[in-house]
């Protein structure tokens, strides 16, 4: 008798913390698509139709509710392609599934392109996200959901192209959005010459883990922003090294007091005291966005 009951009581343990994260996770998921108001829509019915059933006693009711749920998985791929779809992209892109090769290749790609638009000064803002979804940013960008090459980050921030103003967001290998407006950090400490592409740069920083890198339209200056933190005027080898630390599983700190450090917001973030800014002459109000 014991050993029928330690098994039982250990389901609903077991059971309401995977329901709970997968419901949890579904919603998350699904919110803000077109999708969304429709799932909201067949739930309420649902419940709804359930809860009369119930009280009541409708057995055809109830029949019937119960056929039409047996065709629900099948309704749910057919409505929902191409939300699935984005989703196990999603799953796949995750850091669980990827090697230490595929995130340096990843990290070339970046560096690849801020090389070639710092060459002939074409400003850039690239975001890269980490855990913190850049739902609020998205927003006012373009999907574009792409493989991310140099190529095609070169073509988006090609002058006179219809998306090359605002940002643009790579998650993983991806190039998710791009004309997007990052929200411009509302520090008054800051050196006046630093363009609107660099606030953008410390304000999204400020408000999510992600890292975004900046090319300037006007010198062709290469900077980064991390937490808040804005390091300017560094070379295509330090921006590797930069983002290897970050985004590369084997060159990340293995002792927990290192990494308590590095988790560490700063109070008060800064702009690199080693970077030496330009002349505000060098900048022209509105143009380095």
């Known amino acids: 008798m014991t050993l029928g009951i330690i098994p039982f009581s250990w389901q609903p343990i077991v059971e309401i913390p995977i329901l709970a994260v997968g419901i949890y996770y579904g919603f998350s998921f699904i919110r803000g698509t077109r999708g969304a108001s429709v799932v909201t829509g067949f739930l309420v019915v649902m419940l709804t139709l359930s809860f009369v059933t119930s009280s009541f006693n409708l057995t055809v009711l109830r029949w019937l509710l119960g056929s039409i749920t047996t065709f629900f998985v099948v309704a749910v791929i057919v409505i929902f392609q191409p939300e699935i779809r984005r989703l196990l992209a999603r799953v796949g892109n995750l850091q669980l599934f990827s090697n230490t090769h595929a995130q340096r290749e990843n990290i070339e790609v970046i560096v690849q392109t801020v090389e070639r638009l710092s060459e002939v000064r074409i400003g850039a803002i690239i975001a890269m996200e980490q855990t913190t979804p850049l739902r609020d940013v998205v927003e006012s960008g373009v999907v574009v959901d792409c493989v991310a090459t140099p190529e095609m980050l070169e073509t988006i921030f090609f002058p006179n192209n219809a998306i090359h103003d605002g940002g643009a967001i790579i998650k993983s290998d991806r190039i998710t959005y791009a004309a997007c407006i990052f929200p411009l950090t509302r520090r008054q400490d800051l050196n006046k010459s630093l363009g609107t592409r660099h606030r953008a740069a410390i304000g999204l920083t400020e408000e999510a883990d992600a890292v975004v890198v900046v090319v300037s339209e006007e010198t ?38 290192e990494r308590l450090r590095n988790l560490r917001v700063s109070t008060r973030p800064s702009v690199s005291p080693s970077a030496k800014p330009s002349t505000p002459a060098a900048f022209r109000t509105g143009t380095d966005y």
């Open 220 to 257: 062709g200056a290469i900077s980064y922003a991390y937490k808040g933190k804005l390091t300017r005027g560094v070379t295509v080898e330090n921006l590797r090294a930069f983002l290897s630390s970050i985004f590369v599983t084997s060159d990340r700190p293995r002792g927990w007091a």
